[in-house]
């Protein structure tokens, strides 16, 4: 169903930190549905990938380096207005300028290694868990 699905990562940063499940917590405390999970680790190829929206811009080669350096999680999560929720919830991509209480404020070390992925449009969100997740790995 279209609008009601987003797709994010706890990234390299947030998962050696031990904060997967703090941030877990915090996301379906506000209401989102787990309805895919995996912990696993991008190679670099893969992240360029993933991030390919990106290859023009200066920090695309250190973004897949950072985003392969160790292990993340990937998440399909459930809820009205999903995308834009998750967003808010999640805050702006340089924690220095995010909200207080949105999870990059809490848990960001920096522009870069900024703790969690947020898909940006709800078409986005649909390619970005079809390159994690088969239909046997979610909820339908
Ligand atoms: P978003 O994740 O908030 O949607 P994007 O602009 O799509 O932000 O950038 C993707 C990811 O690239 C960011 O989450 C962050 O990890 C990294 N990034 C974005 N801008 C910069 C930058 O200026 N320097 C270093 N890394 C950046």
Do not use: W
């Not at 290694?113 to 649909?126: F, I, P, Q, Y």
Request: charged share 25%.
């Amino acid at each position: 169903m279209a609008g009601n699905r987003t797709f994010t990562m706890i990234k390299p940063d947030a998962f050696a930190a031990g904060n997967s499940g703090a941030i877990l917590k915090m996301i379906e405390e506000a209401g989102f549905k787990i309805v895919a999970l995996k912990a696993t680790q991008l190679t670099s190829e893969l992240a360029g990938k993933f991030y390919a929206v990106h290859k023009e811009r200066p920090f695309y080669a250190d973004l897949c380096k950072y985003m392969s350096s160790g292990p993340i999680i990937a998440a399909v999560l459930e809820k009205d207005n999903a995308v834009e929720d998750f967003r808010k919830l999640i805050g702006a991509t340089d924690p220095s300028k995010a909200e207080e209480g949105t999870i990059r404020k809490i848990f960001a070390k920096s522009i870069e290694a900024n703790a969690v992925h947020g898909s940006d449009s709800d078409e986005n969100a649909e390619i970005e868990g079809n390159f994690y997740f088969s239909q046997f790995e979610r909820v339908l």
